[in-house]
């Protein structure tokens, strides 16, 4: 890769724009759910299903339901998007209640 190219990459990456909201993650075989928050909705799946494989879930009703019921039987999906733009310094505050409100709506356990 050439150095502009590079720059250029590196300059892209930095401007993009990352959906921050609320996900569900979803067990189709005994339909249990477990609501958490992300700042880059993008970028979560990958790392909670990581954690999931190697057995290291913060979550201990989810690691336990990950390893009797597989990979496979767990789907994702993002709940709602937050615009941190309207939102400003309470991101995490606003977040924490999203969360909260999605676990009330979905019955389902927070993340």
């Given at each position: 890769?050439?150095?502009?190219?590079?720059?250029?990459?590196?300059?892209?990456?930095?401007?993009?724009?990352?959906?921050t909201?609320v996900y569900?993650?979803?067990?189709?075989?005994t339909?249990?759910?477990?609501?958490?928050?992300?700042?880059?909705?993008?970028?979560?799946?990958?790392?909670?299903?990581?954690?999931?494989?190697?057995?290291?879930?913060?979550?201990?009703?989810?690691?336990?339901?990950?390893?009797?019921?597989g990979?496979?039987?767990?789907t994702?999906?993002?709940?709602?998007?937050?615009d941190?733009?309207?939102i400003?310094?309470?991101?995490?505050?606003?977040?924490?209640?999203?969360?909260?409100?999605?676990?009330?709506?979905?019955?389902?356990?927070?993340?």
């Open positions: 890769m050439q150095q502009d190219d590079r720059k250029a990459a590196i300059a892209a990456y930095k401007e993009r724009r990352v959906a909201g569900a993650v979803r067990s189709a075989s339909g249990r759910q477990w609501v958490g928050s992300a700042p880059d909705l993008a970028t979560i799946w990958n790392r909670l299903s990581f954690t999931l494989r190697q057995g290291h879930a913060p979550q201990r009703s989810l690691q336990a339901a990950w390893r009797e019921h990979a496979e039987d767990f994702f999906a993002v709940v709602e998007q937050v941190v733009e309207k400003g310094y309470g991101r995490d505050r606003a977040l924490r209640s999203r969360v909260e409100h999605w676990c009330e709506a979905l019955h389902a356990e927070p993340l």
